[in-house]
């Protein structure tokens, strides 16, 4: 399904998503940067695409930066509002990220985010990646091809 995927139109609409979601729900100016990011106790969600197009968003951010989303969400910095608010967070990216590349009124279908643990992340090609400095913390995200088998 990924052959019908331009990569430089999604990863255009990768990073229009993730600037936009930080930008609209936390107020974090999120600037792209061709810089190598080193993330410091990573956590890394992801959800799954499964309509239009099988495909997984994955964000990678430090302990620093999920704090600070959960205190601009939630008004107080707890190890559940952290969890919580960056799954939030995903979720909007994802919607953004297809409204993007797909345009308004496209039909989606999406799993529920969740955090990925030990070698989750080997499954599926990247299609496109990016770094961004969200006020001077690391963040990452990328889109993965995967595919269902129902």
């Known amino acids: 399904m990924m052959e019908n995927m331009d990569s430089e139109k999604a990863h255009t609409?990768?990073?229009s998503a993730?600037?936009?979601a930080m930008a609209d729900m936390v107020f974090i100016d999120t600037e792209k940067t061709d810089r190598p990011i080193?993330?410091?106790a990573e956590n890394r969600a992801a959800i799954d695409i499964l309509k239009p197009i099988s495909l997984r968003l994955e964000v990678s951010a430090g302990p620093r930066l999920r704090g600070r989303i959960a205190d601009i969400l939630y008004g107080e910095d707890s190890e559940w509002n952290r969890d919580d608010a960056f799954l939030e967070l995903l979720n909007v990216s994802a919607g953004i990220f297809l409204s993007e590349y797909y345009g308004a009124g496209m039909e989606v279908r999406l799993e529920l985010p969740r955090y990925l643990f030990m070698r989750d992340d080997e499954?599926?090609?990247a299609v496109a990646?990016?770094?961004f400095?969200?006020?001077g913390e690391p963040l990452v995200a990328a889109l993965r091809s995967i595919r269902y088998l129902y």
Do not use: F
Request: glycine share 12%; aromatic share 0%; proline share 0%.
């Open 13 to 15: 609409a990768l990073v």
């Open 18 to 20: 993730i600037q936009t």
């Open 38 to 40: 080193t993330l410091e």
């Open 123 to 125: 499954e599926g090609a």
């Open 129 to 131: 990646e990016a770094g």
């Open 133 to 135: 400095d969200a006020e």
